[in-house]
């Protein structure tokens, strides 16, 4: 076998450094979240099912009202003190950041 010939100080150098650079990452865009499409007003059916069927709900939070009706939060908390004014139902808890409410029975 012939002798292998050797490189160069300067062509070692080159060498190592082009070897560690390889190819670049590519970062995925991540996943989208669904952007939700809920009404600011009431039309005249979400209306009447919110007189209707959440007075039956076990829980009722603005969030589930949100998330049932389609309807967003400050309206669901509208939603909530009108059904508590007419007494339809009647509070379980409520701190500054969570109100949970359920149906008002008769024998309460």
Same mark, same amino acid.
């Given at each position: ?26 970062w ?9 499409? !809920? ?5 005249? %059916?979400?209306? $009447?099912? &919110?007189?209707?069927?959440?007075? #039956? ?14 309807? !967003? ?5 509208? %939603?909530?003190? $009108?059904? &508590?004014g007419?007494?339809?139902? #009647? ?18």
């Amino acid at each position: 076998m012939a002798p292998k010939e050797q490189k160069s100080k300067e062509a070692k150098a080159m060498a190592a450094a082009n070897a560690s650079k390889g190819k670049k990452k590519k970062w995925s865009k991540g996943k989208m979240k669904e952007k939700v499409n !809920n009404m600011v007003k009431f039309d005249k %059916a979400t209306y $009447e099912k &919110l007189l209707t069927e959440v007075p #039956k709900y076990k829980m009722i939070t603005p969030s589930v009202l949100s998330d049932r009706l389609r309807i !967003n939060g400050s309206l669901a908390r509208a %939603a909530i003190k $009108e059904l &508590l004014g007419q007494g339809l139902i #009647k509070v379980v808890a409520k701190s500054a950041s969570q109100e949970i409410y359920t149906r008002a029975t008769a024998a309460a």
